[in-house]
């Protein structure tokens, strides 16, 4: 019910940055740690209008995994109204600000990690490119560079209320077996 509020209050949002008044950062140490489903939609608005490079060093992580976890809800309330067949197009755009390449801000924004043998698995099951999926879900790619190994990792992320999720736990439940689960499963989204 508060994703279908919190897509109301983002819905045409396209915050620009304001100056951060006192009493906005007063009120940072209070929105960090705030839930969602305790959040006014005006509230809500008026928070992601702030910029985080204004926001105090010591907030400003916390800061900036609440706003991708508000644009994430966001997201997510949006491709519920979508159904379960997605067609996005080849090209679709990636939404910037639902997304991060900064491990540690998609951990506290409440993200999981998946590994790559389920990434391969959902574009399987889904029919979406990760490309589609990072467009048309809560998908995240990080290409986090090892300095001992000189190479480059690539790490997956996904929020639990994300419907591909549930795909994931699927998967995992049945010890990384590909085989159709049993009549009666749910329907999972695929892209066209």
Request: glycine letters at 6%; one cysteine or more.
């Amino acid at each position: 019910m508060h994703a279908l509020i919190l897509a109301a209050a983002l819905g045409a949002l396209r915050p620009a940055a304001a100056a951060l008044d006192a009493d906005t950062a007063k009120e940072i140490p209070r929105f960090v740690k705030l839930d969602v489903a305790g959040m006014t939609p005006e509230y809500i608005e008026h928070m992601l209008k702030v910029d985080a490079a204004d926001v105090p060093a010591k907030y400003r992580k916390a800061f900036e995994a609440k706003k991708l976890e508000l644009y994430t809800l966001k997201q997510l309330g949006e491709g519920k109204r979508k159904g379960t067949i997605r067609m996005p197009d080849k090209d679709c755009s990636i939404p910037k600000e639902g997304k991060s390449d900064d491990v540690k801000i998609l951990l506290m924004s409440g993200y999981l990690e998946i590994y790559d043998n389920e990434e391969t698995y959902l574009e399987e099951k889904t029919r979406c490119s990760q490309r589609e999926m990072m467009c048309e879900f809560s998908l995240q790619v990080v290409h986090e560079h090892v300095p001992r190994k000189k190479e480059v990792r690539t790490r997956y992320f996904l929020y639990p209320k994300d419907a591909l999720y549930a795909l994931v736990e699927e998967y995992r439940s049945r010890g990384g077996n590909h085989d159709t689960a049993f009549f009666g499963s749910a329907p999972f989204p695929t892209c066209n």
